[in-house]
């Protein structure tokens, strides 16, 4: 069963405006969450993340947000630029065990 | 600088045969992972390793084996490929603690095929 959900394979966003990717989880148990941006052909690079204590956490030009009653993040990018088109995954750990991944998010942003 | 690498990039081999993928860093950490990435299923974790002579299964396991003889390597070996096995893998370090053990860096991918 999956407790990583990203229920949508695909995004396209027009450049300058915001880009929002959401992800699900199941279990209740996790208490840090993380993002992770791919490029073809590289390795996925950590992003940004945060922790179940938070309720935001912003870097720049990204902001995660947690919806713990709704077990619901969503990763905002504002302005969206053309070399932020990537595969994003939400990952998510409880405790020291190892992190769950979503499926992944394939953004695409249009000049 | 600090970094983690793989090889070979590319690997074609046959079904039954041995494969080895190598997996080293530099950064001195702890916690290494193999993950396989594959169209529909994101990142899966077949093991990972908390420091020397630690291994665990992940959620991916079977047919795979990993040992962790030193803090920097830590290959995956497929005991007897099958097409199954065709996918993309990616090896991960982190440093311990409870924050920086979730950012993992990858490595750059082995391209992994099986006829």
């Known amino acids: 069963d999956q407790q990583v959900k990203q229920n949508s394979p695909s995004l396209s966003v027009q450049e300058g405006r915001i880009s929002i990717l959401n992800c699900d989880y199941t279990?209740?148990?996790?208490?840090?969450f993380l993002w992770y941006k791919k490029y073809p052909a590289e390795g996925p690079t950590f992003l940004i993340s945060?922790?179940?204590?938070?309720d935001k956490n912003e870097d720049g030009r990204f902001t995660v947000f947690l919806n713990k009653s709704a077990k619901h993040l969503s990763l905002h990018i504002v302005p969206s630029q053309p070399g932020d088109s990537a595969v994003y995954f939400c990952?998510?750990?409880?405790?020291?065990?190892?992190?769950?991944f979503g499926k992944g998010t394939r953004l695409s942003v249009i000049a | 600088d600090a970094e983690i690498t793989q090889s070979p990039r590319h690997k074609i081999t046959e079904t039954g045969r041995q494969v080895t993928l190598a997996c080293h860093q530099t950064?001195?950490?702890?916690?290494m992972f193999w993950y396989r990435q594959d169209l529909g299923h994101g990142l899966r974790l077949i093991h990972y390793?908390?420091?020397?002579?630690?291994?665990n299964k992940g959620e991916v396991s079977d047919g795979y084996s990993v040992s962790r003889s030193n803090t920097e390597d830590l290959p995956l070996t497929l005991e007897s490929a099958a097409s199954s096995q065709t996918s993309v893998y990616f090896c991960?370090?982190?440093?311990?603690?409870?924050?920086?053990?979730?950012?993992?860096?990858f490595g750059p991918g082995t391209r992994l095929t099986v006829l």
């Open positions: 991960a370090s982190s440093d311990s603690g409870r924050i920086s053990y979730n950012e993992q860096f």
């Open positions: 945060i922790s179940s204590i938070k």
């Open positions: 950064w001195n950490h702890n916690n």
């Open positions: 279990n209740s148990m996790f208490d840090y």
């Open positions: 390793s908390y420091g020397v002579q630690d291994t």
């Open positions: 990952a998510a750990s409880s405790g020291n065990t190892p992190l769950v």
